[in-house]
């Protein structure tokens, strides 16, 4: 299953709503998940199951969708939002991830 | 707490092996799926390999019959075996657990291990 991520990157100002899109090649059911990556760092997970909130993440970030289309979320934007984000998809054989969409500061 | 603290990274010329360890605190491995990801320099995200509860494994194409997931319940670690290493091998190593044996999220990750694979 390939997953693609769009835009691959967004240019935004804090205080904006930023929408991040992963499209999968075939259907992943609820099976999604969303990470953010800040340089340096490991990837923090931040919505698991399509729409399920992590523990300790803020309310500004949802998610949503099924099947082949997802979007990610964030309500308003704060600086520590600055960073890439992964969508990944679980199967019966592995796990994949799309390229990451860059979110930047305009 | 959980912590994940990876070892056994290091340079290593093409065609060589290495094991990468993966050792856990404030929870149990064996009844866990342990799951390693990589990232190339500059690159994204690439799953490698995945342990379950019970014991059964899946690889990536990409390093299937070279690379070999285990885990030692009584150190509570987890490890990846890489042979044959190739430089597009290169890269941070991660390991990270799944949140639970049906989800789709990877909750704990570990700071990660550089291989450097160059002659």
């Known amino acids: 299953i390939v997953l693609t991520q769009s835009p691959a990157t967004l240019s935004l100002s804090p205080g904006e709503r930023a929408s991040l899109s992963c499209r999968a090649s075939?259907?992943?059911?609820?099976?999604l998940a969303w990470y953010q990556q800040k340089p340096g760092q490991s990837p923090r997970l931040l919505i698991y199951?399509?729409?399920n909130r992590a523990t300790g993440i803020p309310a500004r970030f949802s998610g949503s969708g099924s099947g082949t289309d997802f979007t990610l979320t964030i309500s308003s934007l704060e600086p520590e939002d600055f960073a890439v984000y992964y969508c990944?998809?679980?199967?019966?054989?592995?796990?994949?991830f799309g390229p990451g969409t860059k979110v930047d500061i305009k | 707490e959980v912590q994940l603290v990876e070892s056994g990274g290091g340079l290593i010329q093409p065609g060589g092996s290495l094991r990468l360890s993966c050792a856990a605190s404030?929870?149990?491995?064996?009844?866990?799926?342990m799951i390693w990801v990589r990232q190339a320099p500059g690159k994204g995200l690439e799953w490698v390999s995945i342990?379950?509860?019970?014991?059964?494994?899946y690889y990536a194409d990409s390093v299937k019959g070279r690379f070999t997931i285990s885990k030692d319940s009584s150190k509570n670690t987890v490890y990846l075996q890489m042979n044959s290493l190739r430089a597009e091998d290169t890269a941070v190593y991660y390991c990270?657990?799944?949140?639970?044996?049906?989800?789709?999220?990877?909750?704990?990750w570990g700071q990660g291990t550089l291989v450097t694979v160059s002659s």
């Open positions: 990270a657990r799944l949140y639970y044996y049906d989800s789709s999220g990877l909750d704990f």
């Open positions: 404030g929870f149990t491995v064996s009844t866990n799926y």
């Open positions: 342990i379950y509860s019970g014991g059964s494994t």
């Open positions: 075939q259907s992943v059911s609820s099976k």
């Open positions: 199951d399509a729409s």
């Open positions: 990944q998809q679980r199967d019966n054989w592995g796990f994949t």
